[in-house]
């Protein structure tokens, strides 16, 4: 290979592994799947237990929209908006302790559960009403 293409092959690469570090990350600290069938779907795990602040990726592995919407927070409400049919949103949520119920807009029997900095020995598993 000649010298020329060498030291400039250089400069690009050396960009490019730049991007990488600029980049924001896309990991989360737990994910949270919505499956099941339209008629049944449900947050799997259905119980997550996580630290103040985590992030939290909701992936949508059925065919109709959901949310993730937080039903017992009195203050710092969070919401997921819109998760799409295969999309896989990302909330960070309050750094606020306890136990927060969540479900979609669009299903009342679609709930989840998420203790964040607690035990799950102090906290029954979600129910639907």
Known sequence: MPRWIRYSLFPAAIAFAALFIVLPQTGADVTIKIVGPITAPRFQPAVASVK?????AFENDTRATQTATCLTCSANRWD???VQPGQTVFLTIPPARGT?????RYDVNLIG???VGVSA???PSPSAS
């Open 121 to 123: 020995e102090t906290s």
């Open 80 to 82: 997921s908006g819109d």
């Open 52 to 56: 103040p602040g985590a992030r939290i």
């Open 100 to 104: 927060f119920d969540y479900g979609s």
């Open 113 to 115: 559960r998420l203790l």
